[in-house]
């Protein structure tokens, strides 16, 4: 089964226009991180924000916000005032913690996102 | 500047050619990391390391091997023995193995001809 699934082959926006970028996720481990990040055409991956399962309030970055629902296993991107330069692929990923309790830091990717920016 | 450095950014190869791919990082971070990513895919975990002189195959690592004999060092050896070695690689690091996002380098784009 696929840890992290993100439905969205490919998204267009209007410059200036808000964009949710969907991520779903599954794990059976009660202490996990979910991240997102950009990879523009360069190929660099470009944090954007982090989750934390017991994180009680949404995480928040500027113009980025990750719209978290626990019970769901959602943690959906969203992007407001889109600008041209957020077109690029957008990656959702998660940590896990190991059975022993140590997560060894690694990160599970989804297939990730195109979003594309309309002028 | 701080960051991850991954050479050469482009590399052609014959098929049986084995090729090792560079990555040197001075974030003085504990735990590195190598993904492998193919056209339109996400990023499949080859190999990790935690500390110097200790590594842990990840979910794609036949085919491939890593040394850590230095903190700042991750080098990857792509073995004539991976049956699909044309990919994007990216080299990544981490403060230490539990916790802080990823920092990735700019990759280096392998061709097998």
């Known amino acids: 089964a696929q840890k992290i699934t993100q439905t969205q082959p490919g998204m267009f926006v209007q410059e200036k226009e808000a964009v949710t970028l969907d991520c779903t996720y599954d794990?059976?481990?009660?202490?996990?991180?979910l991240f997102w990040y950009k990879q523009p055409s360069s190929g660099e991956m470009i944090f954007l924000i982090y989750?934390?399962?017991?994180?009680?309030q949404n995480a928040t970055e500027g113009r980025y916000s990750l719209n978290f629902q626990k019970a769901r296993k959602s943690a959906n991107l969203v992007i407001s005032a889109s600008q041209l330069g957020d077109s690029a692929m957008y990656f959702c990923?998660?940590?896990?913690?190991?059975?022993?309790?140590?997560?060894?830091?690694?990160?599970?990717f989804g297939q990730g996102t195109i979003l594309t920016v309309h002028p | 500047d701080g960051g991850i450095t991954q050479s050469p950014k482009y590399l052609f190869r014959k098929e049986g050619q084995n090729v090792t791919l560079s990555c040197e990082q001075n974030?003085?971070?504990?735990?590195m990391y190598w993904y492998r990513q193919d056209p339109g895919q996400g990023l499949r975990l080859i190999y990790y390391?935690?500390?110097?002189?200790?590594?842990q195959k990840g979910d794609i690592a036949e085919g491939y091997s890593v040394s850590r004999e230095k903190k700042e060092s991750f080098p990857l050896t792509v073995t004539s023995a991976q049956k699909n070695p044309t990919a994007f690689y990216l080299c990544?690091?981490?403060?230490?193995?539990?916790?802080?996002?990823?920092?990735f380098g700019e990759g280096s784009r392998l061709t097998v001809l």
């Open positions: 974030l003085n971070h504990d735990a």
């Open positions: 390391s935690q500390i110097v002189n200790d590594f």
């Open positions: 990923a998660m940590r896990e913690t190991e059975a022993g309790g140590t997560s060894y830091g690694k990160l599970t």
């Open positions: 794990t059976s481990d009660p202490s996990y991180g």
């Open positions: 990544a690091s981490s403060m230490n193995s539990w916790g802080g996002e990823l920092f």
């Open positions: 989750q934390g399962s017991y994180d009680q």
